[in-house]
Protein backbone atom coordinates (compact mmCIF):
# COMPACT_ATOMS: atom_id res chain seq x y z
CA UNK A 1 0.00 0.00 0.00
CA UNK A 2 2.56 2.45 1.27
CA UNK A 3 4.71 3.67 -1.65
CA UNK A 4 2.51 3.55 -4.56
CA UNK A 5 2.54 6.66 -6.64
CA UNK A 6 -0.98 8.68 -7.18
CA UNK A 7 -1.33 11.34 -9.92
CA UNK A 8 2.78 10.82 -10.78
CA UNK A 9 3.75 12.36 -7.49
CA UNK A 10 3.59 10.81 -3.75
CA UNK A 11 4.79 12.00 -0.79
CA UNK A 12 6.91 9.94 0.38
CA UNK A 13 9.83 10.25 -2.71
CA UNK A 14 10.08 14.24 -2.08
CA UNK A 15 13.14 14.28 -0.05
CA UNK A 16 12.93 16.96 3.68
CA UNK A 17 16.00 19.60 3.88
CA UNK A 18 18.52 18.73 5.72
CA UNK A 19 18.44 18.99 9.34
CA UNK A 20 20.52 22.09 9.68
CA UNK A 21 18.09 24.24 7.41
CA UNK A 22 15.11 22.64 8.74
CA UNK A 23 16.46 24.15 12.29
CA UNK A 24 17.13 27.38 10.30
CA UNK A 25 13.57 27.65 9.34
CA UNK A 26 12.03 27.07 12.72
CA UNK A 27 14.17 29.80 14.19
CA UNK A 28 12.74 32.16 10.91
CA UNK A 29 9.19 31.38 11.88
CA UNK A 30 9.69 32.73 15.58
CA UNK A 31 9.54 29.20 17.42
CA UNK A 32 12.28 30.08 20.22
CA UNK A 33 9.77 33.14 21.29
CA UNK A 34 6.73 30.75 20.87
CA UNK A 35 8.61 27.82 23.36
CA UNK A 36 10.73 30.23 24.92
CA UNK A 37 13.86 28.84 24.02
CA UNK A 38 16.92 31.02 22.59
CA UNK A 39 17.72 30.50 18.97
CA UNK A 40 20.87 28.69 19.70
CA UNK A 41 18.99 26.02 21.52
CA UNK A 42 17.29 24.60 18.11
CA UNK A 43 20.43 25.30 16.05
CA UNK A 44 22.08 22.86 18.63
CA UNK A 45 19.47 20.28 18.94
CA UNK A 46 20.41 19.17 15.63
CA UNK A 47 24.13 19.97 15.76
CA UNK A 48 25.74 16.91 15.98
CA UNK A 49 22.85 14.57 14.26
CA UNK A 50 23.82 12.56 11.29
CA UNK A 51 20.17 11.87 9.39
CA UNK A 52 18.78 11.90 6.09
CA UNK A 53 15.65 12.86 4.85
CA UNK A 54 14.12 13.50 8.71
CA UNK A 55 11.50 15.74 10.09
CA UNK A 56 12.53 17.52 12.97
CA UNK A 57 9.40 17.72 15.76
CA UNK A 58 9.42 20.16 18.01
CA UNK A 59 7.27 18.38 21.17
CA UNK A 60 3.60 19.00 22.01
CA UNK A 61 5.45 19.97 25.58
CA UNK A 62 7.90 22.45 23.94
CA UNK A 63 5.02 24.00 22.09
CA UNK A 64 1.47 23.23 21.24
CA UNK A 65 -0.48 22.73 17.79
CA UNK A 66 -2.55 25.50 18.28
CA UNK A 67 0.33 27.96 18.74
CA UNK A 68 2.24 26.05 15.91
CA UNK A 69 -0.72 25.87 12.86
CA UNK A 70 -0.62 29.74 12.64
CA UNK A 71 3.15 29.65 11.19
CA UNK A 72 2.20 27.36 8.50
CA UNK A 73 1.32 29.49 5.36
CA UNK A 74 0.15 28.52 2.02
CA UNK A 75 -0.59 30.80 -0.77
CA UNK A 76 0.59 34.20 1.99
CA UNK A 77 -1.78 32.91 4.21
CA UNK A 78 -1.47 31.59 7.20
CA UNK A 79 -3.03 28.79 9.12
CA UNK A 80 -5.79 28.16 11.76
CA UNK A 81 -7.65 26.25 14.03
CA UNK A 82 -11.63 25.68 13.62
CA UNK A 83 -13.28 27.73 16.03
CA UNK A 84 -15.42 24.64 17.38
CA UNK A 85 -11.65 23.42 17.91
CA UNK A 86 -10.72 25.07 21.31
CA UNK A 87 -9.71 21.98 23.11
CA UNK A 88 -7.02 20.94 20.18
CA UNK A 89 -4.58 21.18 22.53
CA UNK A 90 -5.98 18.86 24.49
CA UNK A 91 -5.49 16.21 22.39
CA UNK A 92 -2.63 13.90 22.95
CA UNK A 93 -0.68 10.51 21.44
CA UNK A 94 -3.27 7.21 21.09
CA UNK A 95 -2.44 3.95 22.77
CA UNK A 96 0.85 2.48 20.59
CA UNK A 97 2.16 6.19 19.79
CA UNK A 98 5.00 6.51 22.24
CA UNK A 99 6.25 10.49 21.47
CA UNK A 100 10.24 10.75 22.71
CA UNK A 101 10.69 12.54 25.79
CA UNK A 102 13.04 15.42 24.52
CA UNK A 103 11.98 18.61 23.33
CA UNK A 104 12.76 17.74 19.91
CA UNK A 105 12.60 14.38 18.00
CA UNK A 106 12.63 13.26 14.39
CA UNK A 107 10.48 11.04 12.84
CA UNK A 108 11.81 9.38 9.09
CA UNK A 109 9.52 7.91 5.88
CA UNK A 110 7.13 10.16 5.97
CA UNK A 111 3.69 9.40 3.85
CA UNK A 112 0.57 11.34 3.36
CA UNK A 113 -1.33 8.25 3.01
CA UNK A 114 -3.02 8.60 -0.29
CA UNK A 115 -4.26 5.61 -1.08
CA UNK A 116 -6.19 5.55 1.96
CA UNK A 117 -8.53 8.73 0.59
CA UNK A 118 -12.04 8.08 1.51
CA UNK A 119 -11.22 5.74 4.38
CA UNK A 120 -12.42 6.21 7.71
CA UNK A 121 -9.70 6.74 10.24
CA UNK A 122 -11.70 3.75 12.09
CA UNK A 123 -10.13 1.82 8.89
CA UNK A 124 -7.03 3.66 8.06
CA UNK A 125 -5.47 2.84 11.55
CA UNK A 126 -5.48 -0.63 11.70
CA UNK A 127 -3.86 -0.68 8.44
CA UNK A 128 -1.17 1.49 8.99
CA UNK A 129 -0.17 0.25 12.49
CA UNK A 130 -0.19 -3.41 10.27
CA UNK A 131 2.10 -2.43 7.93
CA UNK A 132 4.35 -1.56 11.01
CA UNK A 133 3.61 2.13 10.48
CA UNK A 134 3.13 4.65 13.13
CA UNK A 135 -0.12 7.44 12.41
CA UNK A 136 1.14 10.98 12.52
CA UNK A 137 0.12 13.07 15.30
CA UNK A 138 -1.81 16.30 15.21
CA UNK A 139 1.66 18.57 16.09
CA UNK A 140 3.69 16.06 13.90
CA UNK A 141 1.30 16.61 10.94
CA UNK A 142 1.88 20.46 11.32
CA UNK A 143 5.40 20.04 11.89
CA UNK A 144 5.70 18.57 8.42
CA UNK A 145 3.51 21.22 6.91
CA UNK A 146 6.08 23.92 8.38
CA UNK A 147 9.13 22.53 6.21
CA UNK A 148 7.56 21.57 3.38
CA UNK A 149 4.00 22.98 3.01
CA UNK A 150 3.61 22.02 -0.45
CA UNK A 151 2.64 18.77 0.98
CA UNK A 152 -0.75 20.40 1.30
CA UNK A 153 -2.58 19.79 -2.38
CA UNK A 154 -5.80 20.96 -3.20
CA UNK A 155 -8.00 17.05 -3.50
CA UNK A 156 -4.83 15.73 -1.38
CA UNK A 157 -4.40 16.41 2.09
CA UNK A 158 -4.79 14.31 5.44
CA UNK A 159 -5.47 13.24 8.70
CA UNK A 160 -3.20 13.16 11.80
CA UNK A 161 -5.22 10.20 13.66
CA UNK A 162 -2.32 9.75 16.14
CA UNK A 163 -4.02 12.48 18.32
CA UNK A 164 -7.25 11.59 19.52
CA UNK A 165 -9.15 13.69 22.87
CA UNK A 166 -9.78 11.16 25.95
CA UNK A 167 -12.54 11.74 27.59
CA UNK A 168 -13.17 11.73 31.21
CA UNK A 169 -14.93 8.21 30.83
CA UNK A 170 -11.90 7.06 29.34
CA UNK A 171 -13.49 6.98 26.04
CA UNK A 172 -11.97 8.35 23.00
CA UNK A 173 -13.57 10.96 21.58
CA UNK A 174 -15.34 10.65 17.87
CA UNK A 175 -13.15 13.26 16.61
CA UNK A 176 -10.05 12.78 14.70
CA UNK A 177 -8.02 15.83 13.43
CA UNK A 178 -6.83 16.71 10.47
CA UNK A 179 -5.39 19.45 8.27
CA UNK A 180 -6.40 20.81 4.74
CA UNK A 181 -7.15 23.43 2.48
CA UNK A 182 -9.85 25.96 3.57
CA UNK A 183 -12.76 26.73 1.16
CA UNK A 184 -13.13 30.29 2.84
CA UNK A 185 -16.72 28.80 3.90
CA UNK A 186 -18.91 29.41 7.00
CA UNK A 187 -16.76 30.10 9.81
CA UNK A 188 -13.59 29.99 8.41
CA UNK A 189 -14.59 33.46 6.66
CA UNK A 190 -13.90 34.69 2.91
CA UNK A 191 -10.00 35.98 4.10
CA UNK A 192 -9.12 32.33 4.75
CA UNK A 193 -10.09 30.88 1.26
CA UNK A 194 -6.95 28.41 0.38
CA UNK A 195 -5.56 28.90 3.68
CA UNK A 196 -4.20 25.64 5.66
CA UNK A 197 -6.88 24.64 8.37
CA UNK A 198 -6.46 22.50 11.43
CA UNK A 199 -10.00 20.69 11.56
CA UNK A 200 -11.60 17.52 12.78
CA UNK A 201 -13.51 14.81 10.97
CA UNK A 202 -15.53 11.94 13.14
CA UNK A 203 -13.73 8.80 13.24
CA UNK A 204 -16.21 6.78 11.47
CA UNK A 205 -16.42 8.98 8.40
CA UNK A 206 -14.77 8.85 5.12
CA UNK A 207 -13.60 12.01 2.78
CA UNK A 208 -12.66 11.77 -0.65
CA UNK A 209 -9.62 14.50 -0.46
CA UNK A 210 -8.38 13.20 3.04
CA UNK A 211 -5.57 10.91 3.12
CA UNK A 212 -3.98 9.44 6.65
CA UNK A 213 -0.09 10.32 7.13
CA UNK A 214 2.25 8.46 8.66
CA UNK A 215 5.91 7.90 9.32
CA UNK A 216 8.46 4.64 9.58
CA UNK A 217 9.81 5.52 13.06
CA UNK A 218 10.44 8.14 15.35
CA UNK A 219 13.73 8.99 17.28
CA UNK A 220 14.75 11.28 20.19
CA UNK A 221 17.48 13.67 19.79
Avoid at 149 to 164: A, K, Q, V
Avoid at 165 to 189: E, H, M, Q, V, Y
Wanted: glycine residues 12%; contains cysteine; hydrophobic residues 40%.
Amino acid sequence: MFGRTLGGMHAATLALPDLTTQARRLVELGLGRLAGLPDSAIHDAVASVEVDDALLVPGPALVTPSALAPLVNRADKPGFVVVDMTDLDQFGPIPGVDLPDTPFYLISGLDRGDEMANWSPDEALPAITGAGRTPLTVSEGIAWLLQQPDRLEPNHCFMTIGSRLRKPNGRLDSRTPAIWISGGTGRDGRERKGAPKVGWCWAGNRHTWLGFASAAQRRSL
